[in-house]
């Protein structure tokens, strides 16, 4: 389990803080530090805070991470005064700083530090005022033990809530949370465990033998879900699902077979579709009153895409050849306005007129 990047600064928080609480006699110097900052506008109010620090490194000097991008560039002591200047470069940020540090006493120091230059992308320029006195004695070790217990009780919460995360992700077949994306590599929370996850997921596969296993499963986790799982852990959920669909296809179950089988859409592109409740074929009704694809009225016929599979049946052979008439009862009967014009058109010719 990877650390919180939160961790190492909430290690100094709890030091601080632990200082104050644990201020009693000991080997080591607390001291009371105050720190303002301002810049581009902004003031911020004094932070001060108790540290607890070793006997004989006072709290006053500003000590620079090996690891930093920061360089010093130059130094000089004189007296009981340190000046420097650094230089910091990362990516495309670059800021230049220079700095003081006083000691006042033994038990007291003053500094500043001021920058500028461009950092995350912004211009900025900043200044740091700092001051420190020693107030008491401390116990350095008790403190970083106080707070090393106290940061592994964060972590240990932390770990146990993402095991729990996690699990729940392996019995719900959460796909998300253990697989990345198709095409994309990101490393999802709880990718160390996919086997457990696979494991799960043939379980839950091997087990849907009849209906009410499919019936359940489909509950718990939704045909979504089950497409996914099966997906990612390489599973063929086809072949699981199609002596199902066979046993309701043998039935007639045709709403079960609607809902849970890819065969119902093949079945109503073949029976049902562009048919009407009154031409469909009588052994077909109460599979396309379920399937669908019926309609009330029949859509004029296009012979440039009829295609024999879409028909009915007993419309295909006449598909083959030349185009089909429509059947007597579907032909336009005339009016009766129809009718006297017909009869008018058969006077004038006996009447010669």
């Known amino acids: 389990m990877r650390q919180n990047p939160f961790v ?19 080997p080591d110097d607390l001291w009371e530090t105050t720190m303002r900052m301002e810049g581009d506008g902004m003031k911020m109010p004094p932070m001060t805070q108790q540290v607890c620090a070793p006997k004989g490194k006072p709290e006053s000097r500003m000590e620079m991470d090996k690891d930093s991008n920061c360089k010093m560039v130059e ?8 000046t420097f200047k650094m230089v910091c470069t990362e990516g495309g940020d670059s800021y230049t700083g220079t700095g003081e540090m006083e000691d006042l006493s033994k038990d007291a120091y003053r500094g500043s530090f001021t920058s500028s230059g461009v950092r995350e992308g912004r211009k900025f320029t900043m200044r740091m005022d700092m001051s420190g006195k020693r ?31 996690c699990n729940d992700a392996v019995a719900n077949l959460a796909t998300s949370l253990v ?9 999802m929370p709880c990718r160390d465990r996919q086997a457990d996850f696979c494991a799960n997921a043939g379980s839950v596969l091997k087990a849907l033998r009849d209906r009410a296993s499919w019936d359940a499963a489909q509950q718990k986790y939704s045909e ?40 119902a859409v093949a079945l109503r592109n073949q029976h049902c579709k562009g048919r009407t409740y009154s031409s469909v074929e ?20 296009d012979p440039a895409k009829a295609q024999a599979g879409d028909m009915p049946p007993a419309a295909q052979p006449a598909a083959q050849g030349a185009a089909a008439s429509p059947p ?26």
Not at 179 to 187: D, K, L, N, T
Not at 229 to 245: I, Q, V
């Open 224 to 263: 979504g879900r089950l497409q996914e799982a099966a997906r990612a852990c390489k599973l063929d959920l086809a072949a699981t699902r199609a002596p199902l669909c066979k046993a309701a296809m043998d039935k007639r179950e045709w709403r079960w077979l609607r809902g849970n089988c890819p065969e």
């Open 282 to 301: 009588p052994r077909y009704s109460d599979m396309c009153a379920e399937l669908g694809g019926l309609s009330y009225t029949a859509a004029p016929a």
């Open 75 to 82: 130094s000089k002591q004189s007296g009981n005064k340190f």
């Open 135 to 165: 107030v008491g004695n401390c116990d350095a070790a008790a403190i970083e033990r106080k707070a090393a217990a106290e940061i592994a009780a964060i972590e240990k919460q932390q770990r146990d809530a993402m095991v729990k995360v």
């Open 8 to 26: 190492p600064a909430l290690a100094a928080l709890l030091l601080a803080a632990a200082s104050a609480v644990l201020a009693q006699q000991g």
């Open 328 to 353: 007597a009862d579907t032909q336009k009967k005339p009016s009766t306005t129809d009718k006297l014009k017909e009869g008018a058109e058969k006077l004038k010719k006996f009447l010669k007129f």
């Open 179 to 187: 697989f990345a994306p198709e095409g994309r590599s990101e490393a």
